[in-house]
């Protein structure tokens, strides 16, 4: 499902669509979209989140804010991926997918 601007501002516990709703915790709102949570937090410049715990963890910040473009800086353990959304689907696109026997 993809978001649409209408879908950001629905209220909280309004159903976005089947099975996809809008939901509060505490002061975090969380969508469920396609099965998954997704967290939605602010940050402001030079803050931090972080990602799991222990050696796989990644810790995303928040560099630089200009305009409508945000920079982000990823401390991250050198066997964990990270890559754009399009660039990851490029990569899924061109993974061969072994015979059915």
Same mark, same amino acid.
């Given at each position: 499902?993809?978001?649409?601007?209408?879908?950001?501002?629905?209220?909280?516990?309004?159903?976005?669509?089947?099975?996809?709703?809008?939901?509060?915790?505490?002061?975090?709102?969380?969508?469920?979209?396609?099965?998954?949570?997704?967290?939605?937090?602010?940050?402001?410049?030079?803050?931090?989140?972080?990602? %799991?715990? %222990?050696?796989?963890?990644?810790?995303?910040?928040?560099?630089?804010?200009?305009?409508?473009?945000?920079?982000?800086?990823?401390?991250?353990?050198?066997?964990?991926?990270?890559?754009?959304?399009?660039?990851?689907?490029?990569?899924?696109?061109?993974?061969?997918?072994?015979?059915?026997?």
């Amino acid at each position: 499902m993809t978001i649409t601007p209408a879908a950001r501002f629905v209220p909280a516990g309004t159903a976005v669509g089947r099975g996809r709703f809008l939901l509060r915790a505490g002061p975090r709102p969380l969508w469920t979209l396609e099965g998954r949570l997704m967290l939605i937090l602010t940050r402001r410049e030079d803050e931090c989140v972080v990602i %799991g715990e %222990g050696p796989e963890q990644v810790v995303l910040t928040v560099v630089d804010i200009r305009g409508d473009k945000v920079r982000l800086g990823f401390e991250a353990p050198r066997q964990v991926p990270i890559h754009r959304k399009e660039i990851a689907d490029r990569i899924a696109d061109r993974t061969p997918v072994p015979p059915v026997a």
